[in-house]
């Protein structure tokens, strides 16, 4: 593995192309987050006027919000499984032009060739520590998508600080960790299969 990294979006594309997976970075600036809801929307409507989503991460995050006195706070920021978002992520990053997606579990096929083509990757971060997560993230620097989507679903917007550890598990020269990680246990889920 080599020396951790911290990157800073927007992302530049020789900086992408230099990660590979087992790579451990932090992610400092502008990263906005998207579930599914948001993806879909923003496929069919386009990305909102004012945010700019172009070189930056996309979280796939839920954020846990609280309401008091009108006044929202941001108490946890964990991820999302990211498979969820695999019908939509090869075309969603075409048209945000995200640089890194972050998220927990993994992508498939469709996501890999997408990284390949673009030129991104995927950032694995830990699942559980949503509340450690936010005092990376810090404040929300503005949402988007929250009539009509709700606290969970909006886009967030946070101005990241060393958000991490995260590790590469899906590079943009096609090579994926969780991929290498299923095919070595589908070889031994058939060897032990196959043993009297």
């Known amino acids: 593995m080599s020396s951790d990294r911290v990157l800073r979006t927007p992302l530049e594309a020789g900086e992408v192309k230099s990660l590979k997976i087992g790579d451990v970075v932090y992610i400092s600036g502008r ?21 700019e989503t172009r070189g930056l991460a996309v979280y796939h995050c839920g954020p846990i919000v609280k309401e008091k006195n ?28 995200a640089k890194a997606v972050i998220g927990k579990g993994g992508m498939g096929r469709g996501t890999s060739a997408a990284l390949e083509y673009l030129g991104a990757v995927y950032l694995s971060i830990t699942g559980g520590l949503g509340a450690l997560a936010m005092r990376r993230l810090g404040p929300a620097k503005g949402v988007h998508f929250l009539e009509e989507l709700g606290p969970v679903e909006a886009v967030w917007v946070f101005e990241a600080d060393r958000l991490g550890p995260l590790v590469v598990t899906m590079d943009s020269h096609g090579n994926s960790l969780h991929e290498a990680v299923s095919a070595v ?6 060897r032990i299969l196959a043993k009297p």
Do not use: W, Y
């Open 31 to 51: 990263i906005f987050t998207a579930r599914d809801e948001a993806h879909m929307l923003m496929l069919r409507e386009g990305i909102p006027p004012g945010l």
């Open 70 to 97: 009108g006044k929202r706070t941001i108490t946890s920021a964990g991820a999302t499984t990211s498979m969820r978002m695999e019908s939509l992520e090869p075309k969603f990053l075409e048209i945000s032009g």
């Open 185 to 190: 246990t589908r070889e031994n889920l058939a």
